[in-house]
């Protein structure tokens, strides 16, 4: 199984900046897509972005331009820098990671943007 460890939340101001983390540990050979969601209070999940091992990027429409996906392979390791926050971004945002056919998931760090 794979471990995943979300960091990097917080709260900060409509306009800020936060850079989240996803450390991937445990049976990390053959991962493949890595991806980032978020669920809001009394909302269902959604995806924010992904990124494959390759290096293939797709971002849902309300943060391209704003958030950008990364990942480091040598690390085991996800980023997502997300810049220009709006008070619509609040939420937990989890970590996944599918090998095998089989997603795993963080258990979320928290994202509070205040306006």
């Known amino acids: 199984q794979v471990q995943l460890v979300e960091s990097g939340g917080g709260l900060v101001q409509a306009g800020g900046s936060l850079r989240l983390s996803c450390a991937a540990s445990?049976?990390?050979?053959?991962?493949?897509?890595m991806g980032w969601y978020r669920q809001a209070p009394g909302k269902q999940r959604e995806l924010v972005a992904t990124?494959?091992?390759?290096?293939?990027?797709n971002y849902a429409d309300s943060v391209k331009g704003r958030f950008t996906i990364s990942r480091d392979n040598a690390k085991n390791t996800m980023y997502m820098q997300m810049n220009s926050l709006k008070p619509e971004d609040t939420a937990v945002y989890y970590c996944?990671?599918?090998?095998?056919?089989?997603?795993?998931w963080g258990r979320g760090t928290q994202v509070t943007v205040s306006s």
């Open positions: 996944s990671a599918d090998r095998y056919g089989f997603r795993s």
């Open positions: 445990g049976s990390i050979f053959n991962i493949n897509a």
């Open positions: 990124i494959t091992t390759g290096g293939s990027t």
